[in-house]
């Protein structure tokens, strides 16, 4: 069955995040990879030790938290693809820190407290 509404032409942008473009084994590959690290992180700073080893930080993009690649800086998937939620989140292990960054309610979740004056 062809859906006109479907068909996306090389030319023409599209709203799709890295998440929305995994097959279904990769999407439950990276869930099963991901959400052992959430359920045994005991701190932000922790949490984000653990993703920083593979190769994945914490941001916030649009205003909501979600795991970039820590080279190109592209989301890879929000808390929602991995079935968790951010008050959940706060509720374990506290507010997390960070740091505005843009304009669109963007920032990175820093795994220590800044030191004022500290460029």
């Given amino acids: 069955m062809f859906l006109k509404g479907d068909m ?49 930080r914490l941001a916030f993009r649009k205003g909501r938290l979600c795991i970039t690649d820590r080279i190109t800086d592209e989301r890879v998937c929000g808390l929602r693809f991995l079935g968790l939620e951010f008050r959940d989140l706060v509720r374990r292990m506290g507010r997390p820190i960070v740091v505005a960054r843009g304009s669109q309610a963007d920032g990175d979740v820093l795994a220590v407290r800044p030191t004022p004056g500290a460029t």
Avoid: M
């Fill in 8 to 56: 996306v032409t090389a030319d023409q942008p599209t709203n799709r995040t890295a998440s929305t473009e995994l097959d279904c084994e990769s999407a439950a590959l990276l869930r099963a990879a991901l959400r052992p690290i959430f359920a045994s992180a005991a701190s932000w700073s922790n949490l984000a030790d653990i993703l920083k080893e593979k190769g994945y």
